[in-house]
């Protein structure tokens, strides 16, 4: 018998990787996180992009205690819950444009899933049946399930399951410091970038057109790449001018991650649909949600009637409960107030150490949420050889010296470099 806090061996988890055994985490204290040989790990990453809160805050911990203790789980199809009515309304009241509705979900990827069903049903409502077609961006991730993996605009999680997922377009990301030409100023950039996106609507056939989906500042795969000035507001005008609907994929940067509780706040303007999840919950209890605009949630009530979709899990009580905290504490005891200060303070330190550094080609991002482009040669801004898997030695390096951060790899046909991203709980503190 080994302690029992190891892993055996070969762990009867079906893990992410089926590599060495990873440490066992056992506790959580602020901004660390604890393994059972009583290493302290502090979180800048927040996993990935998840505990904005840390790990042990009270009152989201209370909340859910006495959440549990009055009710557990009622079915969504006889019950609505308390928790679930508090929280869509403390949400859609901070939300920007028409969003007046939130259905909620388990986390990411299944709010994904039911924005693109819910633009599909949409047009079906309204008499326009032939809109089915969705367009998405390349350098962009949307989650793992079938039709949020086919919306993602990185080929290789893609290629093993092509022949499961529907047919989508992927137009220009907006990602200045790889595309934007030499001499050409960030707004005509933008709207070059945007441009892409009228082009592939009049290509597919504006009438077939259901949805644009793109992440305001996009996340785990290019790293913290935030839009140049116009870039949305151009993308905006194209949905509108097309009737395409705008789905804007917040899980990783929404919640205040850039500084706004909505990152498209920062651009100006409102989707038709947002998705958040992973700061929603801030890692204390799994929960996504999909905000629709009225006009959409209109249409399906004075239509059929019934959104068709529908999980068990869906707006479960106790993840309502911790998420209401969790916004609580953003909005009411104003700890969203502390990130545009603090993510300044992150660019700058990052900006004095590593903005000379021969393998540094840009540091970017908003609010908590940054990240540093790592390539092989600062002048062609090549990447390192993807082979040779610098994000996996990076984020084992990193775990060893006590720092948990989110690298992840460029890509093979160099569009792109490595990275590490940066998205610490909104309680760091400087000297953190
Ligand atoms: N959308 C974006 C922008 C994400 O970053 C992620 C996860 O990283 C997802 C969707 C999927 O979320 P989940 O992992 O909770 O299913």
Known sequence: MGRPDAPPPRSAVFGRSMGPPLPVAVGGDGCYLIDARGRRYLDGSGGAAVSCL???????????????????????????????EELA?????????????????????????????????????????????????????HGNTLGALAAGGNAWPREKYAPLLTECSHVDPCFAYREQASGETAEDY???????????????????????????VVGATA????????????????????????????????????????????????????????GLGAGYAPIGAMLASRRIHSAIAEGSGAFQH?????????????????????????????????????????????????????IRGRGLFRAVELVADRETRAPFDPARKLHARIKAAAMEEGLICYPAGGTVDGARGDHVLLAPPFIITEAQ
């Open 310 to 362: 529908g999980h068990t899990y869906h707006a479960h009580p106790l993840s309502a409960a911790a998420a209401h905290a969790v916004l609580s504490r953003l909005l009411d005891d104003r700890l969203l107030d502390a990130v545009p200060r603090l993510g300044t303070q992150l660019a700058d330190a990052l900006d004095a150490r590593f903005a000379d550094h021969p393998n540094v080609g840009d």
């Open 190 to 216: 933008g709207r070059r970038a945007a441009d892409t996106l009228e082009a592939e609507i009049l290509r597919l056939g504006p009438e077939s057109v259901m949805a644009f989906i793109a992440e305001p």
């Open 54 to 84: 840390g790990h042990s805050d009270e009152k989201v911990r209370a909340a859910i205690h006495a959440q549990l203790d009055r009710l557990a789980f009622a079915h969504t199809g006889f019950f609505t819950s308390r928790p679930a």
């Open 89 to 141: 309304e403390k949400l859609v009241a901070a939300a920007p444009g028409d969003l007046g509705h939130a259905y909620f979900l388990s986390g990411g990827s299944e709010a994904v899933e039911a924005a693109l069903k819910l633009a599909r049903q949409y047009f079906l409502e309204i008499g326009e049946p032939a809109r089915h077609r969705i367009i998405a961006r390349r350098q962009s991730y």
């Open 223 to 278: 790293g913290a790449v935030p839009p140049v000035p116009g870039y949305f507001a151009r993308i905006r005008e194209i949905c509108d001018r097309y009737g395409v609907l705008l789905i804007l994929d917040e899980v990783m940067c929404g919640m205040g991650r850039t500084g706004t509780l909505f990152a498209c706040e920062q651009d100006g303007i409102a989707p038709d649909i947002v998705t958040i999840a992973k």
